[in-house]
């Protein structure tokens, strides 16, 4: 299910980019029109640095889902979460989300200060944008969690054998 809804994702994040970036071909065409009717050009600029957003947004979700999917794989093929290289790779996709959410939240305010520079009258932007750091922090907490499983679980398995091998050298002493 987990699987399912990260490639559900991963494929509206690629839509949803290309949709923001057909949108930024087609705004000339429509300021054309809406010079035409004599109303509008104050919207432009932030309708451009919407579209610009958007298709940045888009495709950090995309990374994200991308990486969901793969983490998430694996895990079902594991079986369990607690293994050593389960934990390795829930740490990486924590980093990979944190440094995504960090990018799209950068490049967003580089897009807002061009539009800024380029179109004086837009003041009335906000550059604030989602930034998921906390989805990235509890990757990176988890992945701690499914280490000590993944040692614990190694540690009885060692144990469990060291003492089956004491056993059978004690019946064979007898």
């Not at 940045?56 to 093929?77: N, P, Q, R, S, T």
């Not at 050593?84 to 200060?113: D, H, M, P, Q």
Request: proline fraction near 2%.
């Amino acid at each position: 299910m987990v699987i399912l809804l990260a490639k559900v994702i991963f494929i509206l994040g690629i839509i949803g980019g290309a949709g923001c970036l057909l949108s930024l071909v087609m705004l000339p065409f429509a300021g054309g029109i809406m010079q035409m009717l004599g109303e509008g050009e104050e919207i432009l600029p932030s309708t451009y640095y919407g579209a610009i957003v958007g298709a940045i947004a888009c495709a950090g979700d995309a990374v994200v889902a991308y990486f969901a999917e793969k983490y998430f794989g694996h895990v079902l093929e594991a079986g369990t979460p607690f293994t050593l290289e389960g934990s390795k790779e829930c740490f990486n996709f924590g980093l990979v989300s944190i440094i995504t959410s960090l990018a799209v939240s950068v490049a967003s305010g580089i897009a807002l200060g061009i539009c800024l520079l380029l179109s004086p009258e837009a003041q009335g932007f906000d550059a604030e944008t989602s930034v998921s750091l906390t989805t990235g922090l509890l990757f990176l907490f988890i992945s701690f969690v499914f280490k000590y499983g993944a040692e614990q679980t190694t540690s009885n398995a060692e144990t469990a054998s060291e003492e089956t091998a004491k056993e059978e050298t004690e019946t064979e002493q007898i």
